[in-house]
């Protein structure tokens, strides 16, 4: 008779479900009672006792991870988060390229998966601060591909810095495709880094709309330096798992949110 594993104490599950959480960017009640054997009950006081720590942000019927203030996860490990929510977002973007128009991409995990949807024949102009976006689409003949200058941060494959920022002040594009760490209401988009918050503000400058492609665990999330108000972008999209009321409260700012 198989004999079933012993029952990990409350450390060891809160561990678990960390890490999960962080692996994943959600975790779901139902999922870990099933793989931790224990009760929803269970869970939920873990749930609870990790949100208290900071580490995780409760929702209805799970939780998201938390990226503590001022600590930037790297593109790589935002790469391998919510992928599928990432590849439908960047779908929908689709629908907001110009017709033979000029766009920028911001660096970073949703926006690669926006340049890898790109679709052929559309002859756009794509500016860029993004080395792993260039390197999807040098080799493109239908895109016209303009890497912006700067200091090149590993953390983000991001050129930023006062090089690239005085380039933005003498471009005028039509659609910029930008990232953010964190979404809330009242204080709106944030980042971690102050030199990519500029960088991000000159984006926006730069553009006629501004779309901000990001997933849903972002919602709630603060990050120490805000690059634009809720009234600064025209649109966010993002995936199914965003709240009702929060997208209500964002469009009463004046941002209209899609979500997929």
Same mark, same amino acid.
């Given at each position: 008779?198989?004999?079933?594993?012993?029952?990990?104490?409350?450390?060891?599950?809160?561990?678990?479900?960390?890490?999960?959480?962080?692996?994943?960017?959600?975790?779901?009640? !139902?999922?870990?009672?099933?793989?931790?054997?224990? &009760?929803?009950?269970?869970? @939920?006081?873990?749930?609870? +006792?990790?949100?208290?720590?900071?580490?995780?942000?409760?929702?209805?019927?799970? /939780?998201?991870?938390?990226?503590?203030? !001022?600590?930037?996860?790297? *593109?790589?490990?935002?790469?391998?988060?919510?992928?599928?929510?990432?590849?439908?977002?960047?779908?929908?973007?689709?629908?907001?390229?110009?017709?033979?128009?000029?766009?920028?991409?911001?660096?970073?995990?949703? &926006?690669?998966?926006?340049?890898?949807? *790109?679709?052929?024949?559309?002859?756009?102009?794509?500016?860029?601060?993004?080395?792993?976006? +260039?390197?999807? *689409?040098?080799? @493109?003949?239908?895109?016209?591909?303009?890497?912006?200058?700067?200091?090149?941060?590993?953390?983000?494959?991001?050129?930023?810095?006062?090089?690239?920022?005085? +380039?933005?002040? #003498?471009?005028?594009? #039509?659609? /910029?495709?930008?990232?953010?760490?964190?979404?809330?209401?009242?204080?709106?988009?944030?980042?971690?880094?102050?030199?990519? /918050?500029?960088?991000?503000?000159?984006?926006?400058?730069?553009?006629?709309?501004?779309?901000?492609?990001?997933?849903?665990?972002?919602?709630?999330?603060?990050?120490?330096?805000?690059?634009?108000?809720?009234? #600064?972008?025209?649109?966010?999209?993002?995936?199914?798992?965003?709240?009702?009321?929060?997208? #209500?409260?964002?469009?009463?700012?004046?941002? +209209?949110?899609?979500?997929?």
């Amino acid at each position: 008779m198989t004999q079933a594993p012993p029952a990990l104490y409350a450390p060891e599950r809160q561990h678990t479900i960390l890490e999960l959480a962080r692996s994943q960017g959600r975790v779901e009640v !139902g999922s870990l009672a099933e793989s931790l054997q224990v &009760t929803p009950e269970t869970v @939920r006081r873990d749930l609870t +006792a990790l949100e208290r720590r900071g580490l995780v942000r409760r929702v209805h019927g799970g /939780a998201l991870a938390v990226e503590r203030l !001022g600590v930037e996860p790297t *593109l790589e490990r935002r790469m391998e988060r919510l992928s599928e929510e990432k590849a439908r977002i960047a779908r929908r973007a689709l629908e907001e390229l110009p017709d033979d128009g000029t766009i920028l991409l911001d660096a970073g995990s949703t &926006t690669v998966a926006l340049a890898e949807a *790109l679709p052929r024949g559309r002859d756009l102009t794509v500016v860029t601060n993004s080395v792993a976006i +260039a390197a999807l *689409l040098h080799e @493109r003949s239908d895109v016209s591909l303009f890497l912006l200058g700067g200091r090149l941060r590993r953390r983000t494959g991001a050129a930023v810095g006062e090089w690239a920022q005085h +380039a933005l002040a #003498d471009l005028v594009v #039509d659609v /910029a495709f930008v990232g953010t760490n964190g979404v809330d209401v009242v204080r709106g988009f944030t980042t971690p880094h102050e030199v990519e /918050a500029a960088t991000k503000r000159a984006f926006i400058a730069a553009a006629r709309r501004t779309v901000v492609l990001a997933d849903s665990s972002k919602a709630g999330q603060l990050s120490f330096h805000r690059f634009a108000r809720p009234s #600064d972008v025209d649109l966010w999209i993002t995936d199914a798992g965003l709240e009702d009321e929060t997208a #209500d409260a964002l469009d009463a700012a004046g941002v +209209a949110v899609v979500r997929v």
